[in-house]
């Protein structure tokens, strides 16, 4: 949420297939445990510091950019992150999953928003979610009336069923609405916020071959002269 804030926003911007996973624990913990951009205003370290500034919300940012996957979990909920961390890994796109990870050293006290304790009593599952793969039984304890099926292009599903009745990962406009209306309230929710299957990758934007590029054979990399020629010719 600091240096590497431009790395992300291009990332997301690209959709480079990859699962960021931000270990949140609103401090800098290799440097003394200092407030980082995530740390919630009002927060207060050990030290008795209390943070004045607005947090940075990495959730709504990656929606915001145009993030097909973007998710929130809590360290101690491992039900609730496993599943996650299954859609992620099937996601084709940049999938952002925002993980409050206490720092049991800086920031795991009484006044902290990212301790554990925090983190129990405020926790705020938006659904239940779970994820099939495509070659594994649907094994899974929501009854169909109950809940919502999304099918990813590799023959995985991920199953929601709503909690209260409210959000559905694919409303984008419900995600941003779900977030800024939590973030006065100090509220700490967690699951999947927005969910777009068929958005397309950088590499499928690209057409890069599924085999390792190192591993094609010279005809299929270097063009032949009259491709070239044809090349040079239409930029003249």
């Not at 890994?89 to 006290?109: E, Q, R, W």
């Not at 938006?126 to 109950?146: C, M, N, R, T, Y």
């Not at 977030?179 to 934007?205: A, C, H, I, N, V």
Request: charged share 25%; proline share 6%; hydrophobic share 40%.
């Amino acid at each position: 949420a600091s240096i590497g804030m431009g790395q992300f926003v291009h990332m997301v911007r690209r959709n480079v297939p990859i699962i960021y996973i931000v270990e949140n624990n609103g401090v800098y913990g290799l440097t003394k445990g200092q407030f980082s951009a995530t740390a919630d205003q009002g927060s207060k370290l050990k030290s008795g510091e209390i943070n004045d500034l607005p947090p940075v919300d990495l959730c709504t940012l990656a929606i915001e950019l145009g993030c097909g996957f973007v998710a929130r979990s809590f360290s101690a909920d491992r039900k609730q992150l496993v599943a996650l961390l299954k859609a992620a890994i099937a996601y084709d796109g940049t999938a952002v999953l925002d993980v409050m990870s206490p720092c049991v050293t800086f920031n795991n006290h009484e006044g902290s928003t990212k301790s554990y304790d925090y983190g129990r009593d405020h926790e705020g599952p938006i659904h239940e979610l779970g994820f099939v793969a495509g070659w594994e039984s649907p094994d899974v304890e929501f009854k169909d009336q109950e809940s919502i099926q999304v099918a990813l292009p590799d023959g995985g599903t991920i199953f929601v069923r709503r909690v209260d009745g409210a959000h559905d990962p694919r409303d984008k406009a419900g995600a941003f609405k779900l977030l800024r209306e939590s973030d006065p309230k100090t509220e700490f929710l967690t699951g999947l916020f927005y969910l777009e299957p068929g958005k397309p990758s950088l590499l499928g934007m690209l057409q890069v071959a599924d085999e390792p590029l190192a591993h094609l054979p010279i005809a299929r990399t270097r063009p032949p002269s009259s491709v070239l020629d044809a090349i040079v010719e239409s930029l003249r």
